[in-house]
T-cell receptor, first 116, second 112 residues
Framework: EAGVVQSPRYKIIEKKQPVAFWCNPI?????LYWYLQNLGQGPELLIR????????DSQLPKDRFSAERLKGVDSTLKIQPAELGDSAVYLC??????????????FGPGTRLTVL | QKEVEQNSGPLSVPEGAIASLNCTYS??????FFWYRQYSGKSPELIMS????GDKEDGRFTAQLNKASQYVSLLIRDSQPSDSATYLC????????????FGAGTILRVKS
């Protein structure tokens, strides 16, 4: 069974440029998460999707970040314009569901973003 | 403030020893607890989940949960150099749709 797929793996951009990250979750997983991980820290949730609905985007900086999961499968996270402080690893994860006590999340390989 | 606390380490143990990693959390209603292993430059990999008080064993790994003390631990028996990594504790917050809150991780170094 294929795991969570993300692309690109690495991205280097100039500040004020736009950037987009793509994620395809594990087949059959209804819940998709985007996390941000800074060096030396644990992942922090940006947004959670249940199928195509964004049910928790409270931590997403909406002035510059946007996300979509139009058909309830793959998802795109966009930053426009990027700032120096956005340099981090962007992780996508998926789980069968978020409800109930069992919520095993599986991570993709991540996209390492460097903003110059 | 929902918090998950871990000692950042590094925790150094000799090969073959037991490594003990600890985590405390502040949210009393948390119901799900996870340990992830993260190698340098890689993404987190789920190694253990635990939902009930007590011990859960899987191979060389044992997770221990004490909800009354708000404490979860991970024991690694017969530690190997390949176990050297950062171990992240994550706690699911039921009132937030099982949102996972991660600790900053403990660096484990197994010396051969």
């Amino acid at each position: 069974e294929a795991g969570v797929v993300q692309s690109p793996r690495y991205k280097i951009i100039e500040k004020k440029q736009p950037v987009a990250f793509w994620c395809n979750p594990i087949s059959g997983h209804n819940t998709l998460y985007w996390y941000l991980q800074n060096l030396g820290q644990g992942p922090e949730l940006l947004i959670r999707y249940e199928n195509e609905e964004a049910v928790d985007d409270s931590q997403l900086p909406k002035d510059r970040f946007s996300a979509e999961r139009l058909k309830g499968v793959d998802s795109t996270l966009k930053i426009q314009p990027a700032e120096l402080g956005d340099s981090a690893v962007y992780l996508c994860a998926s789980s069968l569901r978020a409800g109930g006590p069992h919520n095993e999340q599986f991570f993709g390989p991540g996209t390492r973003l460097t903003v110059l | 403030q929902k918090e998950v606390e871990q000692n950042s380490g590094p925790l150094s143990v000799p090969e073959g020893a037991i490594a003990s990693l600890n985590c405390t959390y502040s949210d009393r209603v948390s119901q799900s607890f996870f340990w992830y292993r993260q190698y340098s430059g890689k993404s987190p990999e789920l190694i253990m989940s635990i939902y009930s008080n007590g011990d859960k064993e899987d191979g060389r790994f044992t997770a221990q949960l004490n909800k009354a003390s708000q404490y979860v631990s991970l024991l690694i028996r017969d530690s190997q150099p390949s176990d050297s990594a950062t171990y992240l504790c994550a706690v699911g917050l039921m009132e937030y749709g099982n949102k996972l809150v991660f600790g900053a991780g403990t660096i484990l170094r197994v010396k051969s």
